[in-house]
């Protein structure tokens, strides 16, 4: 007898890990807001259509880096003057 509730313990336990693990997978699954750049003029939202291929996406990645990097060289104004 002990031995039954056990195993009935055991597989509602699993059970209801399964169920929460379904709940968490299922709220990850949302929406993802696209790749956004920092300006110093602000925030401006990447391009309107994402590539359709690798290379495309590849290609836009790069750019952006590139972008983010350029600005982030430019030479800061001086707060004293």
């Keep these: 007898m002990?031995?039954?509730?056990?195993?009935?313990?055991?597989l509602l336990t699993?059970?209801?890990v399964g169920l929460l693990l379904k709940q968490q997978l299922g709220?990850?699954?949302q929406s993802?807001?696209?790749l956004?750049?920092?300006t110093p003029q602000g925030i401006e939202p990447?391009?309107?259509?994402?590539?359709a291929t690798?290379?495309?996406q590849s290609q836009?990645?790069?750019q952006q880096y590139q972008k983010a990097l350029e600005s982030a060289m430019q030479p800061r104004p001086d707060p004293d003057k």
């Design 27 to 29: 709220s990850t699954r």
């Design 54 to 56: 690798v290379r495309g």
């Design 60 to 62: 836009q990645v790069q």
């Design 32 to 34: 993802v807001p696209s």
């Design 2 to 10: 002990k031995a039954m509730f056990g195993l009935v313990g055991l």
């Design 36 to 38: 956004q750049i920092a």
């Design 14 to 16: 699993v059970a209801i």
């Design 46 to 51: 990447a391009a309107s259509a994402p590539p």
